[in-house]
Each structure stands twice: as structure tokens, then as C-alpha cells.
């Protein structure tokens, strides 16, 4: 049995919950940033060309497993609005920025997340992937919960065009820690994105149920991983078993 050398999580469940967000309250500040912004058009109209585009890509994005950004979207609502718009003009990404503030302060810590990183980072190397459409938000995240100095290596699935469980960002991943598949423990709440991607690769994977998947989640999807525990706090009990046959440093 190989050694586990690095230990990578997912961000969003697994590690942080997401508490009152209101998406609604999210779009209208959209809405109202692109107005600002100058484009001629009223709440509503855009709103209803947003959601077209949002489902367009929704469906690109779960079935093709390739990340499109928001800016992406609301390009192409606006195009289809009668304005001649690129993803990459400022005032899009501008709007991008005011739809996410909400959401990065809603991002609490679950209990025993920075226990357990702090004490994983000593021994292993850390790694983090995270389905996300907006990269920003993610270090934002990390930054406002002061975890980001935990982690040798963080991907974002807008920055790599991957999405798990596409394995190509679990590859990814490997490469930047210098690990192999055999020496990685992957932990993650999502039993389709993340334990089916990362057992794909051959990680060693362990399920902890979040806001947004139980075990009767875990249970339908006909997944297996290595360990499912309960909460961050039985992970950190269970996890040096896992990972700590000897205690193996880091890598300089």
C-alpha cells in the first residue's frame, strides 16, 4: 500500500457551508450593475436573456464537463439584447464582481475545517479543486476564512475549462502536487463530482455529507469511497489512520 503523500479537497460543502444566500437578490445586483454600466435595457429584459443563457451553458457544463464562465453568460444575454458585447470587457466583469459579493460573505467555515488543514499541512501536501464558474469568488473565499495558506496547490475549474468529475482536473491536479493517484486522498462531499472523479484517477476518497448531499445521496449514486464520515470532526479522528500509516513530511 502506497504511502499518502498529499490529501486534496473540494471548497464549497466540504469545507465552507453557504448560509442565507439569496440568489434572487444576487441577480437583481446584476441587473442593476449592467444598467449602471450603460447598456440601455430594463431589469427584466435582461434578467429573462440571463436565465436563456445561464440554461444554454448549464447544460454544456454538466454534460460536457468544460467550464463556461458567467462573464460568457452575460455577454451573450446582452449580444442577444442588441449589444455588441465580449466576455472580457470590463464592464461585464465589473457586473460579474457585484452578482458574487453576496455570495463570498456568506461563506462560513464548517466546524473543524482549519483544525484539520492546519494539521494535514504539517505532514502532507494540500490540495484544493472546486467546481466554480467565477475563479475570483474561490480565493476570495479562501482569503476571507484565512485557509488559503493551507493549500501547495488550488484549481478552479474556470481556470482549467475542466469540471469534475471530468478526470483531466484531478490529472491536473497530481501533476502541480508531484504525487501520484496512489499517493492522494481525495475528500469531498459530492459523490458524483467528487468521489467518481477522483476514484476514476485512483485516489483514495472519503464522502462527508454537507448542506447539499446526505448519505442517502451518497447511497443512490452507487459510489464507494474509502471512508464516508459524518462530519469534519470525525474526519479529523479517522483520517490519520488513513493517511498516517507513517507519517510521511512533505516534500521542500
Known amino acids: 500500500m502506497r504511502q499518502i ?8 460543502g466540504t469545507l465552507t457551508n453557504v448560509v442565507d444566500y439569496d440568489m434572487e437578490n444576487s441577480k ?39 467550464e463556461v464562465t458567467n462573464a460568457i453568460w ?10 455588441n458585447t465580449k466576455p472580457e470587457d470590463v464592464k461585464i466583469k465589473t457586473a460579474v464582481n457585484a452578482f458574487f459579493e453576496d455570495y463570498i460573505e456568506t461563506l462560513e467555515l464548517r466546524p473543524y475545517a482549519k ?5 494535514l499541512s504539517i505532514t502532507h501536501k494540500l490540495g484544493l ?12 473565499g479562501l482569503k476571507k476564512l484565512d485557509i488559503n495558506q493551507y493549500f501547495n496547490v488550488i484549481l478552479v475549474s474556470d481556470e482549467t475549462g475542466w469540471r469534475k468529475p471530468n478526470t483531466k482536473i484531478f490529472i491536473e491536479a497530481l501533476r502541480r ?29 472519503v464522502f462527508v455529507p ?10 443512490e449514486s452507487k459510489q464507494k469511497p474509502d471512508l464516508a464520515a459524518k462530519d469534519l470532526c470525525e474526519l479529523c479522528k479517522e483520517i490519520p489512520k488513513l493517511v498516517n500509516i507513517k507519517i510521511v513530511r512533505k516534500s521542500q
Open 5 to 12: 503523500k498529499a490529501v486534496i479537497f473540494d471548497f464549497i
Open 74 to 83: 452575460v455577454s451573450e444575454a446582452l449580444n442577444t439584447l442588441g449589444f
Open 210 to 219: 454537507s448542506q447539499f448531499y446526505t448519505f442517502e445521496d451518497l447511497s
Open 177 to 205: 502536487l508531484k504525487v501520484t493517484a496512489e499517493e492522494t486522498m481525495y475528500v469531498g462531499d459530492s459523490p458524483q463530482e467528487d468521489i467518481k472523479g477522483a476514484k476514476a484517477v485512483g485516489m483514495k476518497t
Open 129 to 140: 479543486i472546486s467546481n466554480f464558474t467565477f475563479a475570483p469568488v474561490v480565493y476570495a
Open 115 to 119: 483544525n484539520l488543514l492546519k494539521k
Open 28 to 66: 437583481m445586483k446584476l441587473a442593476q450593475a449592467i444598467i449602471e454600466a450603460g447598456f440601455k435595457t430594463s431589469t427584466e429584459e435582461f434578467l429573462q436573456a440571463y436565465s436563456q443563457a445561464h440554461e444554454k451553458y448549464r447544460v454544456i457544463r454538466y454534460e460536457q464537463l468544460v
